[in-house]
């Protein structure tokens, strides 16, 4: 671990102003401290702003708005969450451990990095954590790696869960810094890697989540989550898919449909929507939606798998959510 | 006491202590003075160091030493053969393979010699490592396949840890053991100290499953650190450590063939195994021993090849040899069943081995018969479908599997020492390991027989060199070895109680013959008078009374010894995205005296859980440059309590009297033979895909 200058924030204000440039903001710890002890990061401020009163979770005619402090355990069991987002609630207990969820907070989880073995190792290359030096995962162990919006020099999923929730149903994060404030799409927040995967999102400089936005969206009574692993629990999507479906009878008259362990970002799939809109919802219509999902999908030779098994994860959440089979 | 408390189901003696934080593990010795070690291992996988900087680390804050090839402390050669490496760290410039001990900080802090660490470098003269391994032969017969096992480790949950401390030429040592002797001698030898100057203190151990019967590096580095710095030192592995620099079970692969009529009798067993080796370590694992005691069969072959790799240490573990060797011999058996169109349990009673295959030596004791019958009956075995891919549970596809468990039972010596004490409690004492098995617990219900009193009145002392030389926990055999010298123990105590109520003056019995004083249920009796021990030692103003006793290394010869069961499994695979659930599990074992139901189930379980992971999550992953791709515990997947279903385990519990009086056999590495093939034969029977290769993941079966 190096050294690093600590503060303590309790205003907005005053964290913004002690942020800049090798800065990170320490919330619930449990990315950062991480890998801090893994030598991956080495902020030289770490400005902890636990204090600071971002914690509710409000419901207006704007939409949700979820604290970047609150707790993911806490939003996980908010009734304005479970009641009207389900998907969201489904996503952040499918996330982690309890005792993790009871730690993490929202904003931190947004920002929560990869879990790609080669950007948490520091003896071997990695361009997201050492721009230039290389990508082992293209060649070495890369059965988990992602399958959309890769390049050649990083092929790493997004690990968040919440994230991919978020975008299905196209929330929005606010950002505060010594220059204002401002709100941003989360599909335009979160960039792929292109060439310079250390570039994951477009926070500036000492920029701070303040919060997040989800608009209205009634139908999202009718949504889930669906996470595909190895493990019952405590690991990471191999595939998961967050859904969202308005019925009319038989008929879908919209979705949002967003997947998660197969892109180096949440990714949404508005061809997916678009397919099953005005569908009746059986087990072909989905069959035939879901196989949009994978457009441009590039494979590397251990996680070729994930092709089929994104696609089966949007046609099993779309048959349980909607009792068809 | 009229009823022997042998059988009972017992709460583990040490449980409250372990939930609570009283109970002491290696790690948590904090001694005056200490300091801590942290390793520096090598990040390339063949070659030598052509030189390594320290000066960063030396200049780094709090920093005693920093000790590499080229700044090394003096180890000297082990000495033998603890399924642990060929020679001590640093007293050479090689690298064997990526992640060995190339060097040791030593610091005021435990952060201080992790950062320190950090600094050291090494400048590396590489080779390329062989890392590649071999894929075994096609075989031929009715079915013939090849079955392929991956790297797996034990990952106790308590790390490895050493605190080491001298006063003047005597060390004492607190480290992670399955057996205190066992460092005693390593360090004697590594040290070159008298083993009579080495005190070896673990009175708990966090789980072991073979992985801490050997001494690894940083024992012998923490010992002499601590020698050269004239104060104590800690050294505890981090988690990524403990994958390299601790041994782990090797990858197989494996061509078992399987020749027999249509009525399901085998004429002909070959299981010819390729294992990998390290070049650092002398263990060999045997996979196809299992195959030489299990089934009856016209002619059985067995063969193993070694292949050197440059890895870490391959060691034992759990059941080393038969963990791997079971699952491609049962995956073997249900695809013959399946060639056949027989039943698989019939195909198992149809080549059951009435005698030790190969010959005519009768088992000590074997009930395997009854494990399948009494399985099947309980599981439900009947209800499977012989199709496989034909029973549902919504969009899950259910199947049935099972397999055979079977595993060597032995009796090694041990010594123990009882002491009845003036306040009428016993302990019984030995340089014993619990690594969560039980034993304690076994010696205090084994003690409460034996001397007929409560068994909370008997507490059991373990992991202390300086304790009478019980036997190690290794193969399955401290219960058989251990528990029989309790017996012994506990009736030299009783007689040493005996002598010493005739021969002192205070005593009520003084003068009497021993032949006329009786000891029954914790009380002596002669004539009308009747004491209990604690009050005749409280009379007689003695503390207590101790004894020792010695039970010998079984030498019965003729008999074909082992422990026996059944494992049945349901699973159930997603039509849709494939996972394998397992959603049922049982075992019937034939494993002699149970002498604790509670501990001997979770035993069981343990080792059936240990199977799923085998079967469906664990492997490392090898990269060509040697390096271990997913050597952390959120990438090498254990299962966890939400992978696992309620799993029913029922003892036959016949005595094994051959074996030794009680008739205990071992239940250490029992459930893990047959797990793996259980689980694996029960998705094929969901899904109609045989996956050969551990572990079984969700993209083999899409």
Known sequence: MQGFDYTAATTVTQAVGAAGTGSAYLAGGTTLVDLMKLDVMGPSTVIDIN???????????????????????????????????PVLSQALLASASPQIRNMASIGGNLLQRTRCDYFRDVTVSCNKRSPGSGCPAQTGANRGHAILGTS????????????????????????????????????????????????????????????????????????????????????????SAAI????????????????GGVGTVPWRLPAVEAALQGQTATVANFTTAAAKAVTGAKTLADNAFKVTLVQRAIIRALSELLGVS | MSTSPIGSSTSRVDGVLKVTGGAKYAADNMLTNMAYGYLVTSTVGKGTISAMTTSGALA??????????????????????????????????????????????????????????????????????????????????????????????????????????????????????????LVVSRLSHALGVSSANIHVVNPYVGGAFGGKWGNWAHTPLTAAAAQALGRPVKTVLTREQVFTVVGHRPNTSQTVSLTANSS?????????????????????????????????????????????????????MRAPGEANGSFALESAI?????????????????????????????????????????????????????KPGQVTNGDWLVGLGMATAAYPAGRSASTLMVRLQNDGTAVVSGTGSDAGTGQATVFAILGAAALGIPVAQVSAELGDSTLPTAANAGGSGST?????????????????????????????????????????????????????????????????????????????????????GAIFCEVQVNKWTAEPRVTRLLAVMDAGTIVDAKTARSQIMGGMIMGIGQALLEGTILESDGRFANANLASYLVPVNADLPHIDVTFLNYPDTILNPIGMRGIGELGIVGAAGAVANAIYNATGKRVRDLPITLDKLL
């Open chain 2, 480 to 564: 058989s070895s251990n528990g029989t010298a309790v017996n012994v123990a506990a009736q030299a105590a009783i007689s040493a109680l005996i002598q010493l109520a005739i021969s002192n003056t205070s005593s009520p019995f003084h003068g009497k013959s021993a032949s006329s004083v009786t000891y029954k249920n914790g009380n002596l009796t002669s004539g009308s008078t009747t004491i209990s021990f604690g009050a005749l030692l409280t009379k007689i103003n003695v503390a207590g009374v101790q004894a020792t006793g010695t039970s010998a290394k079984n030498t019965t010869s003729g008999y074909g010894f082992m422990s026996f």
């Open chain 2, 334 to 386: 249900d695809e013959l069943a399946v060639a056949l169109n027989m039943d698989p349990l019939a195909l198992r009673q149809k080549n059951y081995a009435k005698t030790v295959p190969g010959g005519s030596t009768p088992w000590s004791s074997k009930h395997l018969a009854e494990c399948y019958t009494t399985g099947a009956g309980a599981f439900g075995w009947s209800q499977r479908s012989a």
């Open chain 1, 244 to 259: 969202a479906v308005e019925m009319s009878g038989s008929t879908i008259t919209a979705a949002r449909v967003a997947v």
């Open chain 2, 264 to 316: 399901g009798t085998i004429s002909a067993l070959k299981h010819i195994a390729t294992v990998s080796k390290s070049n650092s370590s002398n263990f060999t694992e045997n996979p196809a021993s299992v195959s030489k005691s299990t089934y009856a069969a016209g002619s059985i072959s067995t063969a193993q090849t070694p292949v050197s790799m440059d890895i870490p240490a391959t060691t034992i």
């Open chain 1, 152 to 239: 050649t020099s990083c092929a790493a999923t997004h690990p968040s869960d919440l994230a991919v929730a978020l975008t299905a149903l196209g929330a929005s994060v606010q950002l505060q810094s010594g220059s204002g404030t401002r709100q941003v799409a989360l599909s335009d927040f979160y960039v792929e890697p292109g060439t310079t995967p250390n570039v994951e999102n477009t926070l500036q400089a000492g920029e701070l989540i303040t919060g997040v936005l989800v608009p209205p969206l009634p139908w999202a009574t009718n949504s889930s989550y669906l996470k595909i692993r190895d493990r019952q629990s405590y690991e990471f999507a191999l595939s």
């Open chain 2, 60 to 181: 780094s804050p709090g920093v005693l030493a920093v000790y590499t090839p080229f700044n090394p402390l003096k180890l000297y050669a082990y000495g033998g053969d603890e399924n642990d490496e060929f020679t001590p760290p640093l007293q050479d410039k090689n690298v064997r393979y990526r992640g060995q001990v190339i060097g040791m900080v030593v610091a005021e802090t435990f952060e201080q010699a992790r950062d320190a660490a950090a600094l050291v470098t090494a400048t590396y003269s590489t080779q390329t490592p062989v890392t590649a391994m071999a894929k075994s032969a096609s075989g031929s017969g009715t079915v013939s396949e090849v079955y392929n096992t991956s790297i797996v480790h034990h990952h106790a949950m308590e790390p490895h840890a050493t605190v080491a401390s001298w006063s003047g030429t005597h060390l004492t040592i607190y480290t992670a053991t399955q057996g205190t002797p």
């Open chain 1, 51 to 85: 204090a600071l009163p971002l914690t509710a979770v409000t419901t207006d005619s704007a939409g949700l708005h979820i604290g970047a402090l609150a707790r993911m355990s806490d939003v996980a069991a908010n009734t304005q969450v479970t009641s009207a987002f």
